[in-house]
């Protein structure tokens, strides 16, 4: 009886030992290797946000409501706001058009892939936010369907916020910058006067809410409030998308590696509405 | 059963939604409602707890499909804090104040074995500060959502006459 005992005892720690390295090794392979998802997994999650939407419905029209009557008490202050911003538009629009020809120009002769200026425009809701916590994903309403693919840079006015992970037919993940993912780094470049100098976005601080870029490529003083953008390199980010600007340049007891804290003007609390840039075919 | 069904897809659903109300990074507000519900359902399975552990398996893994896409890792994450929190159950009753201690020892439980594993496979820089704020950013919340939940179920298993082993 006794030893009856011990057998199973010595198979539970086995079964236990097994199912323990089965799952670290399925969940390294999904979550590493970034496997697209099954037609089983695409439809099971489009019908269950589909029945997550409807429920969402009657309590997005009341949140709306409260938010417009919100709009409604400052709408003078938005309207003389907006006057301004009308005004200035003609010159912007003639600037648009001359810095199009030089982009075009430039881009022939760099033989660059793509840029900014190429891409086309779709905009989604956000679906839900965060779940699951250390993934630092958002689900937005937008899927192949509308042409969405993987890897598709997702921003919101402020600046880049994000990349698409996963897609379904109907809906898709974006991850965003601000996750801890060891694997999640992004080429930047930094805009000291008329020269660029470029790094590595390496993670955000969650206590400070900054943005950590490491690697600066050279010893040029960099100011505080320089601009930071993504340089294009690598397939995920067109180049010249706007990441935030410089608060802090800190150094190494040695004075040799540079760090840089960048704040992003991107609010991260409250992203209701997000744009995919697609790439022109 | 039944009972127990609808307060975890209600839950399930709930947590969705509540997350578009509550800043990503909040510092008390973040929504676990999927897992609190495992607390809650346990008196009214007590009889029949191979079934408690299915619908821990179901929940984990449509909130590996639906919320994380990480597949089984929830699904085992689930069962394994449905085993904890039967555990529990060994030690304390059933009421307000022990329900939402379990929650939060559910909560710290859950989250803590989630980052070692992302750990573990290279996914997340290992950082107390992390896992702490991990844990500690989720309680509030549900404890609050735990607590009106476990007084709306014992209403109807009173008024429906459901059995509910305290």
Redo the contacts between chains.
Sequence with gaps: MYEKKKINKKYIILIAVFVVAFVLGITNAIIMNKENLSPFEKSIKDATLAVSKIIYKPVEFFKNKIEEYQDKQNLYEKYQELEKKVKETDLIQSEKEELEREVENLKKTLELNHTLSESSYLNATVVNRNLGYWYNTITIDKGSYNGVEKDMPVIVSEGLIGKVTKVTNFNSTVKLITSDDVNNKTSVKIKVGEKFVYGLLSGYDQQKKTFIVEGISDNTEIPEGSLVTTTGMGDSFPSGTVVGKVKQVTTDNFDLAKTVEVTSSVDYDDLSFVTILKRAA | MQLAIIVTVISF?L???V????????DLF??LFTIVSLVIIYPYLKKERANYYKIAAVLGL??D??????????L?LFVMTAYFITKMNYILSNNYFNVALMTVLAIAFY?SI??F??V??????FSW??LF??IT??LLLNVIYVVVLYGITDFFSHKYHITKID
């Design positions: 659903f947590e969705s939604i997350s578009n109300f509550v800043s990503i990074n909040s973040l929504p449509f909130y499909i639906v919320y994380t896409d990480t597949l089984i890792l929830n085992f989250r989630s980052f594993v992302l573990i496979i290279g996914y997340l820089p500060f992390s704020r991990g950013t989720s």
